[in-house]
């Protein structure tokens, strides 16, 4: 092929013929992790007296677990923990957070560390290949990337049903679901090679995607990416190019900021998203459509679209007068309003993220000489109040990285409903990964949690001239709830 000629994949069959599937296996199974060996036991005491010994499992870092897969054979028991607040799903190697210390791993190396010295295109690879590449496994890595890039033409269709108005994660959540129809017949998860090539793909491809599912929502016309530009650079540039504007110019630091938000969103173990992801993939579902359920869990305020609420409470909020009553009514049980951007499942110190964030925050206001700026004022005194406010050091609620991000991602000019976007388009590495690191076990459990019923038991069906009104029939329930049942009413 000439240089400089259109190419439509990376994967055409021929070149899966010349890519090394001895090597990409051996890679995959060496990042395949197992379960450690337990010598270690524990007692639980059942309520007949009876005692059962379980073994507890010990990591290379973080608390120790009990291992309950056969509590059940051996005590009839389950465990009830919703919202999987000390539950382990998996055996992971990729992400390790000490939340009590505030720390942040990928692969071993600190967050701080690899947002100092690396882009985005070496985490992906690193999250991918286990090791930050060297010079040349960089060059090769960035051409497979680049010949990826481009989405399907057919796929650009999918975009034409989306009225423009439409929020660009719903967007994102179809388009990527949508995906899962240009590669599914050639997809074989068992097969390391279709798994190597899956990851690549959702990568390279969700900045495109990313990009015009903004100009859909705007209505803007389509700009394809350049080979010339960094991975960063192109989603800036197909986000903000003048089609009309042959030398619009991506601003560089700009593009380096961005590319440390993309490196600090990589990969954040198991999260509601990730959970996602790998629940969807135990099924042996098509990995696009993995990652597209992975989209819509991020997209939920409590997760990933936290960065978008934050902006909203700060306009909300709107002056350094007004930020009292509002930590008032995050403390007010009665209020359902929470500090968007504090807080944290795991973090119980300050998120090491969010710290990066300040500083490119600051970094930002002064390269664009922005000197004077609400969020900014309001958001950090916000963050000095509730600090040293007693309710939110009890519960050790720090700022996490959706407090700032979205700070500065609006003085970079990318608009609010964007912001869960980029979230999305930076996890994704780390969905991929993770979805990988699961299906490349020998073999895979289904995701299937257990429940503690609370419904009725069996019971015998009237004559539909006999039934009260359905709303009426429910009172049935109410007793249960006198005697401990939680019930929520219509
Ligand atoms: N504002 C006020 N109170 C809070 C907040 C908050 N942001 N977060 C937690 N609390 C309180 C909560 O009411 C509870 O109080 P109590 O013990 O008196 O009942 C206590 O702190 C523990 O909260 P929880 O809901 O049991 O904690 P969780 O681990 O289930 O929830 C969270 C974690 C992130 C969902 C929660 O802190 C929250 O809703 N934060 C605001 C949304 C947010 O910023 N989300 C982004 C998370 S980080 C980015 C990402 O990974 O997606």
Same mark, same amino acid.
């Given at each position: 092929?000439?240089?400089?000629?259109?190419?439509?994949?990376?994967?055409?069959?021929?070149?899966?013929?010349?890519?090394?599937?001895?090597?990409?296996?051996?890679?995959?199974?060496?990042?395949?992790?197992?379960?450690?060996?337990?010598?270690?036991?524990?007692?639980?005491?059942?309520?007949?007296?009876?005692?059962?010994?379980?073994?507890?499992?010990?990591?290379?870092?973080?608390?120790?677990?009990?291992?309950?897969?056969?509590? $059940?054979?051996?005590?009839? $028991?389950?465990?009830?923990?919703?919202?999987?607040?000390?539950?382990?799903?998996?055996?992971?190697?990729?992400?390790?957070?000490?939340?009590?210390?505030?720390?942040?791993?990928?692969?071993?190396?600190?967050?701080?560390?690899?947002?100092?010295?690396?882009?985005?295109?070496?985490?992906?690879?690193?999250?991918?290949?286990?090791?930050?590449?060297?010079?040349?496994?960089?060059?090769?890595?960035?051409?497979?990337?680049?010949?990826?890039?481009?989405?399907?033409?057919?796929?650009?269709?999918? $975009?034409?049903?989306?009225?423009?108005?439409?929020?660009?994660?719903?967007?994102?959540?179809?388009?990527?679901?949508?995906?899962?129809?240009?590669?599914?017949?050639?997809?074989?998860?068992?097969?390391?090679?279709?798994?190597?090539?899956?990851?690549?793909?959702?990568?390279?491809?969700?900045?495109?995607?990313?990009?015009?599912?903004?100009?859909?929502?705007?209505?803007?016309?389509?700009?394809?990416?350049?080979?010339?530009?960094?991975?960063?650079?192109?989603?800036?540039?197909?986000?903000?190019?003048?089609?009309?504007?042959?030398?619009?110019?991506?601003?560089?630091? #700009?593009?380096?900021?961005?590319?440390?938000?993309?490196?600090?969103?990589?990969?954040?173990?198991?999260?509601?998203?990730?959970?996602?992801?790998?629940?969807?993939?135990?099924?042996?579902?098509?990995?696009?459509?993995?990652?597209?359920?992975?989209?819509?869990?991020?997209?939920?305020?409590?997760?990933?679209?936290?960065?978008?609420?934050?902006?909203?409470?700060?306009?909300?909020?709107?002056?350094?007068?007004?930020?009292?009553?509002?930590?008032?009514?995050?403390?007010?049980?009665?209020?359902?309003?929470?500090?968007?951007?504090?807080?944290?499942?795991?973090?119980?110190?300050?998120?090491?993220?969010?710290?990066?964030?300040?500083? #490119?925050?600051?970094?930002?206001?002064?390269?664009?000489?922005?000197?004077?700026?609400?969020?900014?004022?309001?958001?950090?005194?916000?963050?000095?109040?509730?600090?040293?406010?007693?309710?939110?050091?009890?519960?050790?609620? $720090?700022?996490?990285?959706?407090?700032?991000?979205?700070?500065?991602?609006?003085?970079?000019?990318?608009?609010?409903?964007?912001?869960?976007?980029?979230?999305?388009?930076?996890?994704?590495?780390?969905?991929?990964?993770?979805?990988?690191?699961?299906?490349?076990?020998?073999?895979?459990?289904?995701?299937?949690?257990?429940?503690?019923?609370?419904?009725?038991?069996?019971?015998?069906?009237?004559?539909?001239?006999?039934?009260?009104?359905?709303?009426?029939?429910?009172?049935?329930?109410?007793?249960?709830?006198?005697?401990?049942?939680?019930?929520?009413?219509?």
């Amino acid at each position: 092929m000439n240089s400089g000629q259109i190419r439509r994949s990376s994967f055409a069959e021929k070149d899966k013929e010349k890519m090394d599937k001895a090597k990409i296996e051996k890679i995959q199974k060496i990042l395949t992790p197992s379960i450690p060996n337990s010598s270690k036991k524990c007692k639980l005491t059942l309520p007949d007296g009876e005692e059962i010994e379980l073994p507890v499992l010990i990591g290379k870092a973080g608390p120790p677990m009990i291992d309950i897969r056969n509590l $059940y054979s051996l005590s009839g $028991y389950f465990t009830f923990d919703p919202g999987f607040t000390c539950t382990g799903s998996c055996v992971s190697e990729i992400t390790f957070i000490d939340g009590e210390k505030g720390e942040l791993l990928y692969r071993g190396y600190k967050i701080q560390d690899l947002a100092n010295n690396c882009d985005f295109v070496d985490i992906c690879y690193l999250l991918l290949y286990g090791a930050l590449p060297s010079e040349k496994d960089k060059i090769k890595f960035d051409e497979t990337m680049k010949n990826e890039m481009l989405v399907h033409e057919q796929l650009i269709s999918f $975009y034409k049903g989306f009225q423009s108005g439409a929020h660009p994660m719903a967007i994102m959540v179809g388009v990527v679901g949508a995906l899962s129809a240009f590669f599914h017949n050639d997809v074989d998860v068992k097969d390391a090679i279709q798994r190597e090539i899956a990851a690549i793909r959702i990568v390279a491809k969700i900045p495109m995607i990313a990009a015009i599912a903004y100009r859909t929502a705007m209505g803007l016309p389509i700009v394809y990416p350049k080979k010339g530009l960094s991975y960063t650079e192109n989603f800036l540039y197909m986000m903000f190019a003048d089609p009309m504007d042959p030398d619009y110019k991506v601003d560089k630091f #700009l593009a380096e900021v961005l590319d440390k938000i993309l490196i600090l969103h990589a990969d954040h173990e198991q999260n509601a998203s990730t959970a996602t992801v790998r629940i969807a993939g135990s099924s042996i579902a098509n990995p696009f459509a993995c990652i597209a359920a992975g989209i819509a869990s991020l997209w939920g305020p409590a997760h990933g679209g936290a960065n978008e609420a934050v902006l909203d409470m700060l306009d909300q909020i709107g002056s350094v007068d007004n930020i009292s009553a509002c930590v008032e009514k995050a403390k007010d049980k009665n209020s359902n309003f929470r500090l968007m951007g504090f807080g944290h499942r795991v973090y119980k110190n300050y998120d090491p993220r969010a710290e990066i964030m300040k500083d #490119l925050c600051h970094d930002v206001f002064n390269y664009l000489n922005i000197e004077d700026n609400m969020y900014l004022n309001v958001g950090m005194a916000l963050e000095k109040i509730a600090l040293s406010d007693k309710y939110f050091i009890d519960r050790k609620l $720090y700022p996490n990285v959706d407090y700032y991000s979205g700070i500065v991602l609006d003085a970079i000019g990318i608009p609010k409903s964007m912001f869960t976007v980029i979230f999305a388009l930076a996890r994704s590495i780390g969905w991929i990964v993770q979805w990988r690191e699961m299906m490349s076990e020998s073999s895979i459990k289904i995701g299937r949690p257990r429940q503690l019923y609370v419904g009725h038991t069996q019971r015998e069906i009237t004559k539909i001239e006999e039934r009260v009104d359905s709303y009426e029939q429910l009172s049935d329930l109410e007793p249960k709830s006198k005697k401990g049942f939680n019930i929520h009413k219509p």
